[in-house]
């Protein structure tokens, strides 16, 4: 069983629809990182979060650390939203261990 | 700032060829990683530099080598390259003074055939 695991793999929506992106672990971790990866590869940093809630523009994250699971979620979504999301925890200081991703395709 | 950049973008190479992969950061960072990324996985860390001068194994470290030139530099040696390497490669970088969060590179595109 992966460390971390993210659902849905695939994610299609229309635009203006609300969007929930899950991340589940299994291990104890140091914080929560969601990432943006873009069609052309690049990959951002979008939240670093070790409790509750934070909120970016039209982006929520947030964590659950008993339960160990953590949501994304886009509001009013747009086709530039069109991504793939990965979900990484942090052990320690240095190692991030990945999810495979939610790819989001956003319909106009 | 030209943040992270990574050389080359794209490389074809045969079966035991060597290469090195280049990566500088400019944002003055003390922590930096190599990571390969393979369709259906998730990213996955072959070695990082806590600091210059220092050199530490990741996950997937077997088949690679690494130097940490300089603050600035940080690049990934493949010495008899192998199929299993064709990967999608990231370079990233932290504020390890001040900040957990990386910032990535563009990535370089390998095909070992």
């Known amino acids: 069983k992966n460390e971390v695991e993210q659902s849905p793999q695939n994610l299609t929506a229309q635009e203006g629809e609300f969007i929930t992106i899950n991340c589940s672990y299994s291990?104890?971790?140091?914080?929560l990182h969601w990432l943006q990866q873009h069609p052309g590869g690049g990959i951002v940093s979008l939240f670093m979060?070790?409790?509750g809630k934070k909120k970016h523009g039209r982006l929520i994250a947030t964590i659950n650390i008993q339960e160990k699971h953590s949501s994304l979620h886009i509001t009013a979504s747009h086709p530039r939203d069109s991504a793939v999301y990965i979900c990484?925890?942090?052990?320690?200081?240095?190692?991030?261990?990945f999810g495979k991703g939610t790819k989001l395709t956003v319909n106009p | 700032n030209a943040g992270v950049t990574q050389t080359p973008k794209f490389q074809v190479l045969k079966t035991g060829q060597s290469m090195t992969l280049q990566c500088a950061q400019d944002?003055?960072?003390?922590?930096m990683y190599w990571y390969r990324q393979d369709p259906g996985m998730g990213l996955r860390l072959i070695y990082y530099?806590?600091?210059?001068?220092?050199?530490d194994k990741g996950e997937v470290p077997n088949g690679y080598n690494v130097s940490r030139l300089n603050k600035r530099e940080f690049s990934l040696r493949l010495e008899s390259a192998a199929p299993s390497q064709t990967s999608v490669y990231f370079c990233?970088?932290?504020?390890?003074?001040?900040?957990?969060?990386?910032?990535f590179g563009p990535g370089t595109r390998l095909t070992v055939t």
């Open positions: 990233a970088s932290r504020d390890s003074l001040s900040s957990y969060e990386q910032y």
């Open positions: 291990v104890g971790i140091s914080a």
């Open positions: 979060l070790s409790s």
């Open positions: 990484a925890v942090r052990r320690g200081s240095e190692k991030l261990v």
């Open positions: 944002m003055n960072h003390n922590s």
């Open positions: 530099s806590a600091s210059e001068g220092t050199t």
